[in-house]
């Protein structure tokens, strides 16, 4: 990402940053290993950035309570990864071994149950009850959005709409935390709330409906891992869903489904998709989120905060893999 | 446990179950079947007549707060079961197969975050930042308590010290919560908070000690699991630590844990344990834990609250497995 997008927010982060370090500062030395290894895994702390940015845009600013709720979002982010990468018994992440793959998944399921508990302390932190109820929300969504891919896996029934629902709870709930609870911690009137949190909410389904693009679009070694892993492993995302609307009685979808064929039938689903125009049309739905996103935001003063929140929304779509 | 326990919250209790069963109540019928198994298999619901039995001694008490924050606890401590289960690959549990043996450990993990999430939910309910924050907290206990248990398997050097640290953190944080969040919810003075804080952590000292104890009493069939199990998977629980203790020189925990003889040597164990005053020596540090709980409760008036907290803390150490 651009500097530019950072830089109003940059000495907050570095306070952001230094609470995610001292996470690790804990009596055993056991654990003080695992959760250094973990908070420190990388990551461009998108989502406190937001949270910063959408606290500074606000008409009122209260450092005190942002700083702990922006580290609360980044944790809750990484605890939620550190589960999904010990379910999907994932090995990397990040070009690094994962916490699952080093300490075993009981280690690792706690160890993303301690990151959890430790999110939900910095966002009280905040002394804001909505703020707290949020957290729990937001922890609700992304469990309902993770459990509804598993139960739909290899269901060749998953229809734009489950899509959308699904991507919503899964990672557009995360997004829009990070930016509805800085107004909340600001005390900002309730119409500046919803358009923060309308922001959040249209960035984060951009953002996902691009990394299900790439899923077809990069090759193996930028996704660290197998092109189309998510048809592989039963998941219709955007394009794929496109494949079965275009074609809905000739795609190769129910094959690798069925298991029949699989590696031909996959290579002819990227194929399709690589040259149909599906591509495009998943780019124009993306680009339809973040023009949203941007349209809540203009109502506020043009701020450099502002600015970069807009920067954000254009970065998501033409991120390269 | 006797009716007399429960009959001062009986009506309470009806409350907290149904806002137990209506978790159930979601869209998604796959989710509802799941959520339904877990919140309605069994557990007699301890703690939140624990917290409901805290508020109704305290010179304040505020129902609407009381009730979510009762079912948030008993909710922390189903999901904390269900994380446990998957981490232990546990099959059964109170006579009925896990939730994790059901749906697989992934489904089970994300189905434990789900009622994380939900538990905080209806804490915050109660309005209280303070009481969120000591929900984050209990989580953290808990989750540093099982990392802890993982972390010193089969480690000889586990002493006494670290052994009440662990089980502080691992089950007496949830009891010490369930009854200080009834002095917090209530705004009780702050002296009052205390005393409930030290019942609870008190009696979940005692209850721990006396689980411990069962491990190596009863039988496998009332156990639902081998006896000595905790020797088995490497945890040195009060009576093998009082073994170690008491025949520095000549004990055979050394001998279980590098695997020698292990049947043998745990035969040997277990006799040495049942057979040397041990048990009556870890009752005796049990009820010097149940007697405290009960000191601190004496300046609080003479109710049937307070008559229920008393008894509950002789149940403790009087229960057969």
């Known amino acids: 990402m651009k500097n530019s997008i950072f830089e109003p927010v940059e000495k907050e982060l570095v306070l952001v940053e230094n609470g995610i370090k001292a996470i690790a500062d804990v009596e055993y030395t056991w654990l003080a290993e695992l959760l250094d290894y973990i908070v420190n895994s990388g990551g461009k702390r998108v989502r406190p950035t937001l949270t910063l940015l959408a606290g500074k845009i606000n008409s009122r600013f209260n450092l005190d309570s942002l700083i702990p709720v922006a580290t609360g979002v980044e944790l809750l982010h990484t605890a939620s990864l550190v589960h999904d990468d ?18 075993g998944w009981g280690i690792a399921t706690l160890a993303g149950d ?41 269901d060749e029934n998953q229809t734009r709409e489950r899509y959308f629902r699904k991507i919503g709870n899964k990672t557009a709930s995360l997004f829009s935390m990070a930016t509805e609870s800085a107004g909340i911690v600001n005390e900002a009137p309730e119409q500046e709330i919803k358009a923060l949190r309308a922001y959040g909410y249209n960035l984060g389904m951009a953002f996902q409906v ?20 998510d048809l592989l ?32 039938s996959l290579d002819l689903a990227i194929e399709m998709i690589r040259n149909s125009g599906i591509i495009t049309d998943c780019y124009k739905v993306a680009q339809s989120f973040t023009s949203e996103a941007c349209k809540t935001i203009k109502t506020f003063p043009d701020k450099p905060s502002r600015k970069a929140l807009l920067e954000i929304a254009g970065y998501v779509v033409e991120r390269q893999k």
Chains 1, 2 share one sequence.
């Open 86 to 103: 010990t379910i999907d018994l994932s090995m990397r992440r990040r070009g690094k071994p994962t916490a699952a793959s080093i300490w």
């Open 114 to 154: 301690y990151l959890f508990s430790k999110a939900a302390e910095f966002v009280s932190q905040a002394n804001s009850v909505r703020a707290d109820r949020l957290f729990a929300q937001t922890l609700m969504a992304l469990c309902t959005g993770e459990l509804e891919e598993s139960f739909s896996s290899f």
């Open 210 to 229: 691009v990394d299900d693009i790439f899923d077809f679009t990069a090759d193996e070694d930028k996704l660290g891992k197998p092109v189309a892993s």
């Open 233 to 264: 492993q039963g998941n219709l995302t955007l394009p794929a869903i496109m494949l079965k609307e275009r074609y809905p009685e000739d795609n190769p979808i129910k094959a690798i489904f069925e298991n029949r064929g699989k590696e031909k």
